[in-house]
């Protein structure tokens, strides 16, 4: 029979969930009760001093008895269920206030309603390996968060668009404008101690210069050169689209995530007469930048998991293993830049008490047996069929990742460098670099230049007269391919996804179609992810999210597991204040009130 468990069964355990975990849920009944206690300025300014520090432990009891005593009265399984992370975004307007084009006046009661109407989706984890094995359900994917977007709309000073005009003027050459420049204007405008993040709509006037785009014109142009375009995301946390700036595509050839050419607001798209906008469709053109700011909300500014749960380090060793067959590589065209990843990496704010080092190792496959065991036992042949005057057979060899990752764990406990974790917060993840200069290898996969799991990287280099890759890319009228001599970019995107849980900055997740949506409208510019940059920078969509991301994962399982515990009371037809002494309930919902206005309060300005 089922009978009333006694209190003491629930012990220390449970008490410590009711009274810790549980207090991070239901931000949203906090707004509809009542506004921040008149304490909110202290307890602001106490968190900034005492990261470390109980904030409870400064309010006396008075204060705790007046201000934070209130109960609600939503049930606590149902509060738990839906937990809103409030994302603060402003929307900044340069040039569109009508200084420029009397016609070209966007107010506020013309696009906040068309922003009100965005409303926040789950964040998801996309769980790939999960849909690779058919495993894929959507409680699998689908976290307890949800994104509660805010927007502001506000206009620039005309400091500002004048020091653009004047600036964009006199840098443009050949049609290219180097986005570092117009980064540091806006940086100078950006309050970086502000709580939200900005998206600049800028105007500079309609045919004002001859096309024109951005480009990075200070890093060395790789094999690809660059993929500029009119919209760039910065290292702090604004990003802007240029309306005035040229359009062209970009994306995969084949397959989802192309960006037309019209699909991004300009002024081009629209019906103008000679040089001036007397026929502008305004209504169009709002809709047009509402849609853009949605798209850059999902991917950019809030984007879901790579995968669910993403472990918390103390200590984090990140090893290279070069595997190589040439005594003399590293004078033989050798060319990855640990050293470039290890500096992206140190801008990446870390938790308190958190470490990275890193470790290189080099490993010859002609002197070890196992790595060589490991390499031929994970090729796998493509073959395919040339249709031109007569059918002709090609076929080429390439690396199969999920075989890489099965014979690595086979021989661990055999392979240089080996590391068994032995203490909770202690990871490593471990890149295996194949520089391969002896034979021809089609990309890992017959795709990627490397691929992510939990706890390795397996990564490909190749010379570039051995390489065998086909484009599938195109910028503009030009097409783009990999260059498989330098693993650098990809091998950075993979420790983000593997360390800090990013997805790529391409991909979210689609809950009505259950699989990811593909669309590379920010994978340009100052971003290791895609194969359309040459960047080894980070803007703040991976500098953010490395933070937040790994905080959200633990909320969500801490969450669901004190779901499943009041789960467990129901069988039972208990409820907490039945599990709890009198003053314990009385300092559970105190702390309940308190955390939940700290989880409002953090998750609306973390780093």
Known sequence: ??????????????????????????????????????????????????PDEDVFSILPDEELLREWSFEDQIPLKSSLETIDVPILIDIKLVGLSGEIEPQLNIYQKELLPLLKAIEGERIFALNRALSEKNLSRPENHKLVLKKKFSFRIKTAKSSLVDDLYTTISSEKKGGTVGYQIVENLLQEDFNSDQLSFTIYLIYLGNLTFSSYHYEDLLTKPGLNSRCGSK???????????????????????????????????????????????????????????????????????????????????DKLVIELQVIHDDSGFEKNGYVFDFEKIKEELSGIPLLNQQE??????????????????????????????????????STALYLDSNLVHFWLDHYKHMLSGHRSETSTGEKSVTIYLFHITKMPLLLIDRAHQSVSFPEIVVALQTQREYTQS???????????????????????????????????????????RGEVNVDYTWAIGKTPFGSLSDSVKLNFHARYSAV???????????????????????????????LLEEGEYLRYVQRWNMLMFLWIYRSSTSP
């Open 1 to 50: 029979k089922n009978r009333p468990m006694r209190k003491t069964t629930f012990g220390k355990k449970a008490i410590f969930l009711l009274f810790f975990f549980a207090t991070l849920a239901a931000s949203a009944s906090l707004n509809k009760k009542r506004s921040p206690p008149a304490s909110k300025d202290r307890i602001g300014s106490f968190i900034f001093q005492n």
């Open 231 to 313: 919209i760039h995301a910065a290292s702090d946390r604004f990003a802007w689209i240029d309306l005035s700036a040229a359009s062209f595509n970009y994306g995969p050839i084949i397959g989802e995530g192309s960006v037309p050419a019209d699909s991004l607001p300009s002024i081009h798209n629209y019906d103008l007469e000679g040089n001036s906008l007397k026929l502008l469709d305004k209504k169009d053109l709002l809709v047009d930048i509402a849609a853009f700011i949605r798209k850059t909300s999902d991917f950019l500014i809030a984007p879901d998991l790579d995968r669910s749960p993403i472990p918390i380090f």
């Open 356 to 393: 990275i080092s890193f470790k290189t190792i080099y490993v010859a496959l002609s002197q070890n047996q196992y790595y060589s065991a490991i390499f031929t036992n994970s090729l796998r042949t493509n073959t395919l069929s040339l249709a031109k005057e007569q059918t002709h057979i």
């Open 470 to 512: 086909h484009p599938e890319f195109q910028c503009g009228e030009r097409f783009v391919t990999i260059d498989q001599t330098d693993a650098t970019r990809s091998v950075l995107a993979s420790l983000l996804q593997s360390v800090w849980g990013l997805s790529p900055i391409y991909q979210t997740w689609n809950p009505v």
């Open 548 to 578: 937040s991301l790994p905080l959200f994962s633990l909320v969500n399982t801490t969450i669901t597991t004190l779901i499943d515990l009041l789960e467990h009371f129901e069988q039972y037809e208990l409820d907490v204040h039945e």
